[in-house]
């Protein structure tokens, strides 16, 4: 335990300032146990022991799931002297730094300072955050597509329409772009004519009148 306390000291030597302690307490505790729990069930986990500044035990455990491309950051519990449970915290709310630090602190650390086996972290378990929905990507602002994404029309990129204003002109593409705030699905319409092109909201095509080229022959 002591080189690593050392080793810990050396980091700190300087001594963190009030104003670095404010988003990050851990900056002022002193570390005393780190361990590093073998991946078990598909969990790798980190085990820190801190004592803060009132002489209370904060024990941290980071929880790492295997995947494919190696083990990704899952969660962080959190419990504090005399409490007996963990609590997992939130990585977008006052302890997000902490998170972080304890992160990049696990990735440093040489070795453990008590035995893994048997060590009551193994017996802490958390579910798995629920896998997002699968999701289409969205194109960027001003990104054309080769295809329109499905709407209440049946118009095709590349195929001749009629614009009632300005007469026959050709679907050129299709983008998504962020107008007054919401994403608003575009048809880029070149007119060879008038040598112009337009970028008209799908929704509007039955209000202007567009009418596809075929139907009129």
């Known amino acids: 335990m002591g080189f690593l306390r050392d080793w810990f000291d050396r980091q700190t030597q300087k001594g963190p300032t009030e104003v670095e302690e404010m988003p990050n307490p851990l900056l002022g505790w002193r570390l005393q146990h780190f361990v ?3 991946a078990e069930q598909g969990w790798l986990k980190h085990y820190f022991q801190f004592l803060d500044k009132e ?3 904060e024990e941290f455990i980071v929880f790492y799931t295997d995947t494919i491309g190696g083990y990704s950051y899952e ?11 963990y609590a997992l915290l939130s990585e977008r709310g006052p ?3 902490s ?3 304890l992160i990049d602190l696990g990735k440093r650390l040489p070795a453990n300072t008590q035995s893994p086996s048997n060590h009551h972290a193994t017996g802490v378990h958390i579910e798995r955050r629920p896998a997002p929905p699968p999701q289409d990507p969205e194109p960027l602002q001003g990104q054309s597509t080769s295809h329109p994404s499905p709407a209440a ?11 009632p204003k300005h007469g026959v002109g050709k679907i050129m ?7 007054a705030g919401n994403q ?8 060879k004519t008038n040598k112009m092109t337009l970028r008209i909201p799908t929704a509007n095509l039955g209000k202007v009148g567009l009418r596809k080229l075929s139907d009129e022959l």
Do not use: K, N
């Open 75 to 85: 969660r962080t519990a959190h419990r504090r002297q005399p409490e007996e449970s």
């Open 36 to 38: 590093c729990i073998p």
């Open 184 to 191: 608003v699905e575009l048809f880029v319409i070149h007119f």
């Open 173 to 179: 593409a299709v983008e998504q772009q962020e107008i």
């Open 153 to 163: 029309h049946d118009f095709i990129v590349g195929e001749h329409v009629v614009y």
């Open 95 to 97: 302890w997000s730094m």
């Open 55 to 57: 002489g209370r035990r």
């Open 99 to 101: 998170i972080s630090f």
